[in-house]
């Protein structure tokens, strides 16, 4: 027969008591320290609040799909990119704007190129909001 556990908190001490069902064997007990660990550092950093963005050091402007030309179609297409450790853009996942002129927005964004942010000395990879304008140029310019 397996001895029976009792196990209870004090604090942030857990006591272990092993009770054992033969009269001979005094019950053992074992006293575990929970201490919380420290958590690491994120490996993904957010831009805002007192984080500012990386300088951006290449911007490619986006081609207008001639699909969006001809169908007049003009707006904002806010996306959110990850950028890697060495500034590239890793991954965009668009939040919203005219799904006609997304994969234009994309396509540019993808091309860009950051300082790469460094928090205490060590490069972090970064996740932010980016804004692509699409404006349409008077006709008869």
């Not at 904002?76 to 991954?91: F, M, P, R, T």
């Not at 939040?95 to 000395?121: D, H, S, T």
């Not at 060590?122 to 008869?140: D, S, Y």
């Amino acid at each position: 027969m397996l001895p029976r556990r009792q196990i209870r908190r004090k604090g942030s001490t857990l006591v272990s008591r092993a009770a054992c069902p033969a009269a001979s064997l005094a019950a053992s007990r074992v006293v575990l320290r929970v201490v919380p660990a420290e958590a690491p550092p994120p490996t993904v950093v957010r831009i805002g609040g007192s984080i500012v963005a990386p300088k951006l050091v290449r911007q490619v402007k986006p081609a207008y799909p001639s699909v969006a030309t001809q169908a007049r179609v003009r707006g904002l297409v806010i996306l959110e990119a990850q950028v890697d450790v060495h500034g590239a853009v890793k991954s965009l996942k668009v939040l919203r704007g005219p799904p006609l002129l997304e994969e234009a927005a994309m396509e540019a964004v993808r091309q860009w190129r950051y300082q790469p942010l460094l928090l205490n000395g060590e490069p972090r990879e970064f996740i932010l909001t980016v804004t692509v304008v699409f404006n349409l140029a008077p006709v008869g310019s």
